[in-house]
């Protein structure tokens, strides 16, 4: 059974291109997380999405990110007009669907390594 | 909302030593507490986690917890270090529910010295 897989595992990019960030859960699993890692810091959450939906995007930056999770496909993280701020590691997680009780574990990718020249 | 404090950005013990990583946590509802590890240029791998009942919780690779709701506490701790216990450890906080986003701590880097 494949793990949460994502790709690229790295990708470089200049200031002002378009980065994608594809994340593929697990299969079976409904509900995806994406988080940000910084040098030196530990993971923030950014967007949590279930199927066709944004269930909670409070971490997101409020321009040039956005994130998706189509009916078909992996989930996307788009983040237009990269700025070297933007240099971070990317982790997308999943998790299976909804339990009536208990914790459903988040299963974490490899992350894609981003770094803005 | 939550947040978690490790203390200790960077914690070096040597071979066959105790190790001991502190982590505290905020929160305004009973949460669920992890432990996390990460090797350089990976994911997070999940090396347990206290969600109900027993405190004393137990992972993998020797490695244990302790939620203490009096100190808001949940550190980790191994008896004896190994060389490949080398890493980044996160502690991780998420509301006592099914499907919520985690919080984590800055981290702990952890050497091991033979």
């Known amino acids: 059974n494949a793990g949460v897989m994502q790709n690229p595992r790295h990708l470089v990019r200049r200031r002002g291109q378009e980065a994608r960030l594809r994340c593929s859960p697990m299969?079976?699993?409904?509900?995806v997380y994406w988080y940000r890692q910084l040098p030196e810091e530990g993971l923030k959450f950014m967007v949590y999405l279930q199927k066709e939906n944004i269930i909670d995007e409070s971490g997101m930056p409020k321009e040039r990110f956005s994130a998706e999770f189509p009916k078909e496909g992996p989930s996307i993280l788009r983040i237009q007009q990269v700025v070297r701020g933007d240099s971070a590691a990317y982790f997308c997680?999943?998790?299976?669907?909804?339990?009536?009780?208990?914790?459903?574990?988040?299963?974490f990718g490899p992350g894609t390594r981003l770094t803005v020249l | 909302a939550q947040s978690v404090t490790q203390l200790g950005s960077h914690v070096s013990v040597s071979e066959g030593a105790l190790v001991l990583l502190r982590c505290n946590y905020s929160?305004?509802?009973?949460?669920?507490l992890f432990w996390y590890v990460q090797y350089p240029n990976q994911g997070l791998q999940l090396l347990l986690k206290y969600t109900t009942g027993a405190t004393l919780v137990k992972g993998i690779n020797g490695f244990e917890a302790e939620f203490k709701k009096s100190e808001t506490s949940f550190h980790l701790t191994k008896p004896s270090a190994h060389m490949s216990d080398a890493a980044e450890y996160f502690c991780?906080?998420?509301?006592?529910?099914?499907?919520?986003?985690?919080?984590f701590g800055k981290g702990t880097r952890l050497s091991v010295i033979a």
């Open positions: 991780a906080v998420s509301e006592n529910s099914g499907n919520t986003p985690l919080v």
């Open positions: 997680a999943s998790s299976p669907p909804e339990r009536t009780s208990g914790y459903n574990e988040q299963f």
């Open positions: 299969k079976g699993h409904s509900h």
């Open positions: 929160s305004s509802v009973p949460p669920y």
